[in-house]
């Protein structure tokens, strides 16, 4: 018993020293300004990291045009943070028309970039997620009632022309309009992808000539089933057993 008493006492007082021992040293690297320790807290965001490792999962981005909307990154999410909708070519092949991550619900485990079939699902080195326009790339806040509202193409090009125009040299229409589908204070961070490739009118197009080469294919389909129906009922073709000519009768001879 005490025995137990004093070693636990002994165990105690040597974790204690182990541990001053390593804080010391960090103290000692922090007033030198060299080592390790240096780099272990920085005040963010007045002192931004340097460099950021190459094997980090920063937020994610999507390459819409090698998207073709398997779900499976929905699939395998599990917080459910996107939306997508698929459209498809005149040439019947599928894409994003809508393609929606709400990095605000996203938890950074990169599964979904495991489970990409086409690896148009990518995670940047980034870690900082300020709402801005990037090239084909929109991260809004979003409020509540503004994540079911699909931007098409017009909005889209609309949506380009004003989000990086300072608020004061906006028209009325276009503050109001902006109101309407983004949120500085929404709750809901969204990176959109891949929005409205097609006009409805181009959308009307594009189904037009995707069932136009689907009568085609269908005519030509039928054209040649009935070609080799008409082959099969010709002379030339398979001749029926009723037609084929029987042996000659041999002669029985004399005495038959």
Same mark, same amino acid.
């Given at each position: ?19 001053? +021992?390593?804080?010391?040293?960090? $103290? ?26 190459? +094997? ?8 819409? /045009? ?15 943070? $996107? ?16 393609? *929606? ?12 970039? !495991? ?5 148009? %699902?990518?995670?940047?080195?980034? $870690?900082?997620?300020?709402? !801005? ?6 991260? $809004?806040? +979003?409020?509540?009632?503004? %994540?079911?509202?699909?931007? *098409? ?7 380009? +022309?004003? @989000?990086?125009? /300072?608020?004061?040299?906006?028209? @009325?229409?276009?503050?109001?309009? %902006? *109101? ?27 189904? @037009? ?14 054209? %040649? ?20 000519? @029987? ?6 001879? /004399?005495?038959?």
């Amino acid at each position: 018993m005490i025995l137990a008493w004093v070693n636990g006492i002994y165990e105690g007082v040597a974790s204690f020293l182990v541990g001053m +021992r390593t804080t010391a040293r960090f $103290f000692a690297e922090n007033v030198r300004g060299d080592g390790g320790a240096t780099a272990v807290t920085r005040q963010y965001p007045q002192e931004p990291a340097v460099t950021v490792g190459t +094997r980090v999962r920063g937020h994610l981005v999507n390459d819409a /045009p090698r998207c073709i909307v398997c779900h499976a990154c929905d699939k395998a999410c599990p917080v459910d943070c $996107f939306v997508m909708d698929l459209e498809r070519t005149g040439e019947n092949k599928p894409r994003a028309s809508r393609f *929606d991550i709400d990095l605000a619900k996203c938890i950074y485990c990169g599964l979904c970039v !495991r489970a990409c079939p086409t690896g148009s %699902l990518t995670m940047t080195t980034g $870690f900082e997620i300020d709402p !801005r326009h990037e090239g084909s790339r929109y991260l $809004f806040r +979003r409020g509540a009632d503004q %994540l079911d509202r699909r931007l *098409d193409e017009p909005d889209v090009v609309r949506l380009a +022309r004003i @989000a990086d125009q /300072p608020r004061e040299q906006l028209a @009325a229409e276009d503050r109001a309009w %902006l *109101d309407s589908v983004i949120d500085p204070q929404g709750p809901h961070l969204i990176g959109m992808y891949g929005m409205g490739y097609y006009t409805p009118e181009q959308k009307a197009a594009a189904d @037009a000539e995707r069932e136009k080469r689907k009568a085609e294919a269908a005519a030509k389909a039928a054209a %040649l089933k009935k070609a080799k129906e008409a082959a099969a009922k010709q002379p030339g073709g398979a001749t029926p057993a009723a037609a084929t000519p @029987a042996a000659p009768a041999q002669d029985p001879g /004399p005495g038959a």
